[in-house]
Nanobody, 123 residues
Framework: QVQLVESGGGSVQAGDSLRLSCAAS????????MAWFRQAPGKEREVILC????????YFADSVKDRFTISKDKAKGTVYLQMNSLNFEDTAVYYC????????????????WGQGTQVTVAS
């Protein structure tokens, strides 16, 4: 079991930065790959990037590759999503998700989900 709690969303201006946090707990947390998804209004949920258990990163969305990074604080059991140069198209509800053991672009394989946090970027 893995429990995920997100925080850090909000409203920002285009060009601003924002950092989201996802606190993971549970006996399987250390064996889980952690991904960030987002769902914009009227669109399907998409995976954007994932932190592997070997600390590597897999990017699934080209639109964020040069702007978003994922990092982990293992001591705190927290995964961060650093978002820079935000634009209007980044407006969405952001979710962290966990899967044992490998990252995947398919949302259906992720077993554990956070509650979501809203990010709104004003153009």
């Amino acid at each position: 079991q893995v429990q995920l709690v997100e925080s850090g969303g909000g409203s920002v201006q285009a060009g601003d930065s924002l950092r989201l946090s996802c606190a993971a707990s549970g006996h399987s947390a250390s064996s889980a790959a952690m991904a960030w998804f987002r769902q914009a209004p009227g669109k399907e949920r998409e995976v954007i990037l994932c932190a592997r258990i070997d600390d590597g990163t897999e990017y699934f969305a080209d639109s964020v590759k040069d702007r978003f990074t994922i990092s982990k604080d293992k001591a705190k059991g927290t995964v961060y999503l650093q978002m820079n140069s935000l634009n209007f198209e980044d407006t969405a509800v952001y979710y962290c998700a966990a899967v044992l053991i490998y990252c995947s672009r398919r949302s259906g394989v992720y077993e554990y989900w956070g509650q979501g946090t809203q990010v709104t970027v004003a153009s």
